[in-house]
Each structure stands twice: as structure tokens, then as C-alpha cells.
């Protein structure tokens, strides 16, 4: 969606949004989505999986990353496989927006920091 949006001196022709609530009911609506869907996707390998049990090699398979906080795509150890996939789809999509928020925080803070000095040299 564009809009024409004036911050002080400062303009931007593109934005989202800059209402904090659309932007709360995102992020409620795709974690609802992750942790509800998530069960459903389908069970049968794809890809690479495919490729090793077609050819009798899939049980040669070794952990790439042993530490990894989601293996096979679940989290805790619930009786119900779905509310284990459910919630590392959950807890993926807030491992994603936190990590993607403190990246844009940082840089829109980096980015104040320059345009201040940019303007005080200006004067």
C-alpha cells in the first residue's frame, strides 16, 4: 500500500502501516496460523528426504546441526504430535519476528544516529 507519509523533515513515499495494531493482529494472525496449520502440512518427504528413501540411503542420514531447537519440525515433548509440531511453528515465527525486529530496530537506530549527524554538519 503507498502512502505519503512527512516525519518532520524527513519523508518516506512507501510504508506499511503505522498503525501498531494492524501491526499486532499481523503477528497474532500468523502465529494463530503457524500453531494451527502446522499439524496439517504433510508428512511425506519432499526434496532431498525423497531423493535418500528412493534410493536406501535415508538411514545413513546424520544430524547436520545437532543443537537445533525444532528437530523434525517439534517442540516439547507432548503425547500429541500436533501440539508438538504446533508449537515450534509458534515458537519459530517468534524466534523469526524477534530476531527480524531487533535487526530493524538496530539499523533504524544506526540510521537516526547518521541522519542527525549529517544534519548537524549541515548547520
Known amino acids: 500500500m503507498k502512502q505519503h507519509i512527512s516525519d518532520g523533515n524527513k519523508e518516506s513515499e512507501y510504508a506499511l502501516t503505522r498503525s501498531k ?17 502446522s ?10 528426504d525423497r531423493v535418500a528413501e528412493d534410493h536406501q540411503f535415508a538411514d545413513q ?14 517442540a516439547g515433548s507432548f503425547a500429541s504430535n500436533a501440539l508438538k509440531v504446533g508449537t515450534a511453528g ?13 535487526i530493524t530496530y538496530l539499523l533504524a537506530k544506526r540510521g537516526m544516529i547518521h541522519d542527525r549527524q549529517n544534519n548537524d554538519k549541515s548547520k
Do not use: H, N, R
Open 21 to 37: 495494531w494492524k501491526w499486532i493482529g499481523m503477528v497474532a494472525g500468523t502465529i494463530v496460523i503457524a500453531g494451527v496449520l
Open 90 to 102: 509458534v515458537l519459530g515465527i517468534i524466534l523469526v519476528i524477534s530476531v527480524l525486529y531487533g
Open 39 to 48: 499439524p496439517y502440512a504433510s508428512s511425506k518427504p519432499d526434496g532431498l
Open 61 to 74: 542420514a546424520s544430524p547436520v546441526f545437532q543443537w537445533s531447537p525444532f528437530p523434525d519440525y517439534e
